[in-house]
């Protein structure tokens, strides 16, 4: 979802993330997911792979 790793060059092998460019629900978010176990988390990325795919069919019309 929102959680990844800024890959930038200059900040390859750091896990550092500027959490000030998200907004308050982002955050919530990202906090919620991390919670959950394994089996949950792979849940949500499926129901949100859904999401983004059938996003991008309308988009393609």
Known sequence: ML???VTKADNIGTDTFD?????EVERRLIQ????????D???VRRV???FVLSGE???DK
């Open 57 to 59: 069919d309308r988009f």
């Open 3 to 5: 959680d990844y790793v």
């Open 19 to 23: 959490w000030s460019g998200l907004t």
């Open 32 to 39: 919620l997911y991390r919670r959950m176990c394994e089996r």
């Open 48 to 50: 949100t792979e859904v």
């Open 41 to 43: 988390q792979e849940q």
